[in-house]
């Protein structure tokens, strides 16, 4: 079954604490990218990356890193999360000329 | 810059017609969308339209753009209790030719009265 999986679905954390999203895509698309969803605000792009080692800033970038060392996988990391970066963050996937492909999003608390 | 803009929420009896409404800011846009996302799931495709097109029926889908206007909307007949959801418009704007940089609305959210 093609699907992008996310992992943790959900996450309370303190200020401070480096955490990793993961993101695991089996379609073999070469385009990945995280976005955050908040009320009234929609999706927001927090980076992307359109292949292996291609990586690039989206609208919403700062206090965010990635990686893409594998085509399948874009882990999302929070070095030192801070209470603003509370949210709903998701995963999506797509060939270059596609459908967007989503995980089902991480929910995520910083205390 | 681009923007896409929709309304918050709409709500209507079961059996009726929806419309949702979706404008955006970008009048080259290549392809323009709606997503679905339902309570606690991430969004899925509904469905899309090219620029070149005014109308896209899918069953009980139809899909109208006034590229005039730059006005996009979704009309869902016979609107079930399972279309309650967040639907969310979404464009790639001029120069873009991949979902790379979709643009998203902030969502409307459906809720269908039995």
């Known amino acids: 079954e093609a699907q992008v999986t996310q992992n943790p679905r959900y996450l309370i954390t303190v200020t401070g604490k480096k955490l990793t999203v993961t993101c695991s895509q089996n379609?073999?698309?070469?385009?990945m990218s995280w976005y955050r969803q908040d009320p009234g605000l929609g999706l927001r792009q927090i980076y992307y990356?359109?292949?292996?080692?291609?990586?690039d800033k989206g609208d919403v970038p700062e206090g965010y890193k990635v990686s893409r060392k594998e085509k399948r996988n874009f882990p999302l990391i929070l070095e030192s999360p801070s209470p603003n970066q509370t949210s709903l963050y998701f995963c999506?996937?797509?060939?270059?000329?596609?459908?967007?492909?989503f995980g089902e999003g991480s929910r995520l608390t910083v205390l | 810059g681009e923007d896409v803009e929709q309304s918050l929420f709409l709500s209507v009896r079961e059996g009726d017609s929806s419309v949702i409404n979706c404008t955006y800011t970008?009048?080259?846009?290549?392809?323009l969308y709606w997503y679905k996302q339902e309570p606690g799931a991430g969004l899925q495709l509904l469905t899309y339209?090219?620029?070149?097109?005014d109308m896209k029926q899918d069953q009980r889908l139809t899909v109208l753009l006034n590229k005039k206007d730059k006005h996009l909307s979704l009309r869902i007949a016979d609107t079930q209790t399972g279309d309650s959801a967040i639907y969310f418009c979404?464009?790639?704007?001029?120069?873009?030719?991949?979902?790379?940089?979709?643009?998203f609305g902030s969502g409307t959210r459906l809720l269908v009265r039995p």
């Open positions: 999506a996937s797509s060939s270059l000329r596609g459908e967007l492909f």
């Open positions: 379609m073999n698309h070469e385009y």
């Open positions: 990356s359109m292949n292996v080692e291609v990586t």
């Open positions: 970008d009048s080259s846009s290549t392809y």
């Open positions: 339209i090219f620029s070149n097109m």
């Open positions: 979404a464009e790639i704007p001029a120069g873009m030719d991949s979902s790379y940089k979709l643009i």
